[in-house]
């Protein structure tokens, strides 16, 4: 058993651990491109950011009655996307030490991402994050994405845990209301600042308001020791931590 009691964390990816949206945008925006739907913005992005690749395909293509299916449409942009993925997708550094912190200390730790699994193991391969995040699960492997609690329900089952001693650290809403729903604690990075005073987010056990830029190894591994010492004394704290 770790130090942490209990403790198992399930990270989001994307946004998360690494600063992959851009990727995203620029595979979504090339592929609308392609299908006659030019113009699309970063801000138009950002409104997605937490939601499923296949799911948000799936909005867009309702919203400029694009004639390709959700799975062509898919397949283009999962091309684009990996082969921008593997040249450059950068590690949030604060995150990397908590992720090598808790693998110290014999915390299980898996990844629960709206990605398809092979952009989930380009990623966690090419950043070297793979060595301490062994597990994860993608949305092609449940019902539903978030903000339904599937996901993380899934990853606690695959690493062996109930899902109340379990903590989801997210940048997104759609993450934080599944976090949520599965019963778990929540440390919430948003990823788009303008955001974090969403009701959402005011579920999380640990808000860091100002995003990565304010998130940091330290303080969110002390919120954990004190939530394992807390949970094991079964004693009530106050969401904000």
Same mark, same amino acid.
């Given at each position: 058993m770790s130090t942490l009691g209990s403790t198992s964390v399930v990270f989001d990816l994307d946004g998360t651990l690494v600063d992959s949206e851009p990727n995203y945008y620029e595979a979504c925006r090339t592929t609308l491109a392609e299908h006659g739907v030019p113009g699309f913005t970063w801000e138009e992005h950002e409104s997605y950011v937490g939601i499923s690749t296949q799911e948000t395909l799936g909005i867009l293509r309702k919203k400029y009655g694009i004639q390709a299916t959700v799975a062509v449409l898919l397949t283009e942009l999962n091309t684009r996307y990996l082969a921008l993925a593997r040249a450059n997708t950068p590690v949030y550094p604060q995150m990397r030490k908590f992720v090598e912190r808790l693998h110290a200390a014999g915390v299980p730790m898996a $990844? %629960? !991402?709206? !990605?398809?699994?092979?952009?989930?193991?380009?990623?966690?391969?090419?950043?070297?994050?793979?060595?301490?995040?062994?597990? #994860?699960? !993608?949305?092609?492997?449940?019902?539903?994405?978030?903000?339904?609690?599937?996901?993380?329900?899934? %990853? %606690?089952?695959?690493?062996?845990?109930?899902?109340?001693?379990? @903590?989801?650290?997210?940048?997104?809403?759609?993450?934080? $209301?599944?976090?949520?729903?599965?019963?778990?604690?929540?440390?919430? $990075?948003? #990823? $788009?600042? !303008?955001?974090?005073?969403d009701p959402a987010f005011a579920t999380a056990g640990l808000l860091f308001r100002g995003g990565q830029r304010e998130f940091t190894?330290?303080?969110?591994?002390?919120?954990?020791?004190?939530?394992?010492?807390?949970? @094991?004394?079964?004693?009530? #704290?106050?969401?904000?931590?």
């Open positions: $990844v %629960a !991402s709206g !990605s398809s699994p092979e952009a989930i193991e380009a990623i966690l391969s090419g950043t070297g994050l793979a060595a301490q995040l062994r597990a #994860y699960v !993608s949305a092609d492997a449940v019902a539903h994405g978030k903000p339904a609690p599937d996901i993380f329900l899934e %990853a %606690a089952r695959r690493m062996g845990a109930m899902p109340a001693h379990c @903590t989801v650290v997210e940048d997104a809403i759609p993450g934080a $209301v599944a976090a949520y729903a599965a019963g778990m604690h929540c440390i919430a $990075v948003p #990823y $788009v600042i !303008s955001q974090a005073g190894a330290e303080a969110a591994y002390d919120w954990l020791a004190r939530t394992a010492a807390r949970d @094991t004394a079964g004693t009530p #704290y106050p969401l904000d931590g």
